[in-house]
């Protein structure tokens, strides 16, 4: 049972454009969302995050935007940088500080 | 700045054997989380531990356990190793207020033959 669903696996997107990354979730008691950026051999790295009382959360390139109705989140990049070529994994929890249900990540490449 | 480390970094084991698997969390970070990350995949919640007690736990066999210490470091310690178990593990860390994020470590790549 997935609960948090990344339906792509991979993007690609020209340097200096938008990135769209896309989210899922069935669970409604999920009240915390967040984006976690992999490099190879790296631990996940955090991006930003949204609470469910919000629709958008704002980190100078990053912007998170939460559609609860849809059970839908998408973090938008721009511009994208090479530098931003890594894996994205979108997570959910209950509660701040609690435990994170991950979907599958999309491995973003931004070409120059 | 995470500050969470893990130690080994890589792994080999056998089947059927056992291994334990190390983190220190940051300075002042009293919860820490492990998760496992198959392959092609999200990581997956194990479990969590605050203040040496454990404080939440995935969908794993009990063979899976975990330690706390009383500096917030932790241990994960697997029994009877099977290949499926082969996987990167990921320790994270979280500090005692409720407005901030978990911090991850590096992972400790884990091999099964």
């Known amino acids: 049972d997935q609960q948090v669903k990344q339906n792509s696996p991979s993007l690609s997107v020209q340097e200096g454009r938008i990135s769209i990354l896309n989210c899922d979730y069935t669970n409604s008691m999920f009240d915390y969302f967040l984006w976690y950026k992999k490099y190879p051999a790296e631990g996940p790295t955090f991006l930003i995050s949204i609470s469910s009382i919000k629709d958008k959360n704002e980190d100078g390139r990053f912007t998170v935007f939460l559609n609860k109705s849809a059970k839908h989140l998408s973090l938008h990049i721009v511009p994208s940088q090479p530098g931003d070529s890594a894996v994205y994994f979108c997570?959910?929890?209950?509660?701040?500080?609690?435990?994170?249900?991950f979907g599958q990540g999309t491995e973003l490449s931004v070409k120059p | 700045e995470t500050g969470v480390t893990q130690s080994p970094t890589h792994l080999i084991k056998t089947r059927g054997q056992q291994v334990t698997l190390r983190c220190s969390s940051q300075s002042g970070h009293n919860t820490v989380s492990w998760y496992q990350q198959a392959l092609g995949q999200g990581p997956q919640f194990i479990f969590q531990?605050?203040?040496?007690?454990?404080?939440g736990r995935g969908n794993f066999p009990p063979r899976f356990s975990g330690l706390q210490f009383p500096n917030y470091s932790s241990e994960l310690n697997v029994n009877a190793l099977e290949l499926d178990d082969s996987a990167l593990y990921l320790c994270?860390?979280?500090?005692?207020?409720?407005?901030?994020?978990?911090?991850f470590g590096q992972g400790t790549r884990l091999t099964v033959v």
């Open positions: 997570a959910a929890s209950e509660r701040q500080g609690g435990k994170l249900i």
């Open positions: 994270a860390s979280s500090p005692p207020t409720e407005n901030t994020e978990a911090f």
């Open positions: 531990y605050y203040r040496e007690e454990e404080n």
